[in-house]
C-alpha cells in the first residue's frame, strides 16, 4: 500500500510539473521571438543591426545590474512563487503590447527593459517550483525536464513566429502572443490542485 501511495504521490507531482511546463513553454516561444521575428522585423524597419544588438546589450546589462533591485522588490512584496510567475507574466505581456506598437528604436528598448524584467521573476520561478515538486532523488530529471522545455520553447518560437507573420503579419503576431500569455496564468493557477499538502511560498 505504502508503495502505492508514493507512485500516486510522484504522479500528481509529475502532472503539476506538466502543467507548470505548458505556461513555461509559452513564455519561451514569445521570447524567441527576440532573436528571430523581431530580429527581421527590425531590419524591415530600417533600424540598423548595431541598433539590435545593442537591445541585447541592454538584457545583459539589465541582468547584472538590475537583480538587487528586482530580488529586493520579490522580497519585499511578492510573496509565493506562484505570484512571481503571474508578475512576470503580465511582464512579459506588456512587453509585447508595447512591441505592437513599436516603430522606432526607443520603442523597442523599452519593450526589452520591460521584457527583461519578466524573465528576471519567471525564469527563477519555475525552476525553484520543480525543485520543490521533484520526488527524493528526482530533482536532476525534473530539472531536465524544465530545460527541456525552455529548449523545446526556443525551437518551436522562430517557426510559430516566422509563419504568423508571413501569414498574418506582425501585428497579429504580437496580439496573438500577447493572448497566449493567458495560458501560463491558468497553468501556474492550476497546477498545484493535484497536490494541495505543497507549500510554494517562496521561504519555504
Request: glycine share 8%.
Amino acid at each position: 500500500m505504502k508503495g502505492t501511495e508514493e507512485k500516486k504521490e510522484h504522479l500528481r507531482r509529475f502532472r503539476a510539473l506538466g502543467l507548470l511546463c505548458a505556461g513555461f513553454l509559452i513564455s519561451w516561444i514569445a521570447y524567441a521571438q527576440w532573436a528571430s521575428t523581431i530580429a527581421a522585423y527590425t531590419q524591415e524597419l530600417g533600424i540598423p543591426l548595431s541598433y539590435y544588438s545593442l537591445l541585447w546589450t541592454i538584457n545583459g546589462a539589465m541582468i547584472v545590474f538590475c537583480q538587487p533591485l528586482i530580488r529586493l522588490f520579490i522580497n519585499r512584496w511578492v510573496k509565493t512563487l506562484k505570484a512571481q510567475i503571474y508578475t512576470g507574466t503580465a511582464v512579459f505581456a506588456g512587453a509585447f503590447t508595447v512591441l505592437s506598437q513599436s516603430e522606432t528604436f526607443a520603442w523597442f528598448a523599452a519593450a526589452m527593459i520591460i521584457l527583461t524584467i519578466g524573465e528576471m521573476f519567471v525564469w527563477p520561478a519555475v525552476p525553484t517550483i520543480a525543485h520543490k515538486l521533484a520526488p527524493e532523488g528526482k530533482a536532476g530529471f525534473y530539472q531536465g525536464i524544465v530545460n527541456s522545455i525552455a529548449t523545446g520553447g526556443r525551437m518551436i518560437g522562430p517557426l510559430f513566429g516566422g509563419m504568423m507573420a508571413d501569414v498574418f503579419g506582425m501585428q497579429v503576431l504580437f496580439y496573438t502572443i500577447v493572448l497566449l500569455f493567458i495560458i501560463p496564468f491558468i497553468m501556474t493557477k492550476i497546477f498545484d490542485r493535484g497536490v494541495p499538502q505543497m507549500d510554494f511560498s517562496r521561504s519555504a
